[in-house]
């Protein structure tokens, strides 16, 4: 990877809908060049996709958001990478990260109404094999999400000046 190419995707990673051409300008490099760093980065799979980020509360819809701790036994030859696949093909969930800690994956999913969630933790979730234990958190506000505020600008706080 050359090392405008970490330059590029922190710049795609703060925007993904700036143009190539801006991208260029920005880092003083031929627009055709960094056209073509892109396409390779989408080819080779450093880039996996581009996405808009919602504000829920905007859209009103009402999708409820949760935390899953998970505890499991890890599979001999597998580690943790089997059971995570399992749980990771259920299309409820958003994302799973291996964690360090009191538990070893945490699991983001989302769901219609709280008994939604509890039904896919009772018969999808705990039921799998190798899961010990679960605790499930619900999400009550999103304050920040992937670096970008859902509540305006950040404000910033000053003590007054006095003479």
């Given at each position: 990877m050359l090392n405008k190419d970490f330059e590029i995707l922190e710049i795609l990673e703060r925007d993904a809908r700036i143009s190539p051409e801006d991208v260029a300008a920005m880092l003083g490099a031929d627009p055709a060049e960094v056209r073509k760093r892109i396409a390779d980065l989408e080819a080779n799979g450093t880039i996996l996709g581009y996405k808009a980020i919602v504000n829920q509360e905007r859209v009103h819809t009402d999708r409820i958001s949760c935390v899953i701790e998970v505890c499991v036994t890890p599979e001999r030859g597998y580690g943790f990478d089997r059971v995570a696949e399992r749980i990771y093909r259920f299309p409820e969930v958003r994302a799973v990260y291996l964690?360090?800690?009191?538990?070893?994956?945490?699991?983001?999913?989302?769901?219609?109404?709280?008994?939604?969630?509890?039904?896919?933790?009772?018969?999808?979730?705990?039921?799998l094999e190798n899961v010990r234990g679960t605790a499930t958190r619900f999400m009550l506000k999103k304050y920040k999400e992937l670096g970008v505020l859902l509540e305006g600008e950040e404000k910033v706080h000053r003590m007054p000046v006095t003479p």
């Open positions: 964690m360090s800690g009191s538990y070893d994956l945490l699991v983001i999913i989302e769901g219609k109404t709280m008994k939604e969630i509890a039904q896919f933790v009772i018969d999808k979730l705990a039921t």
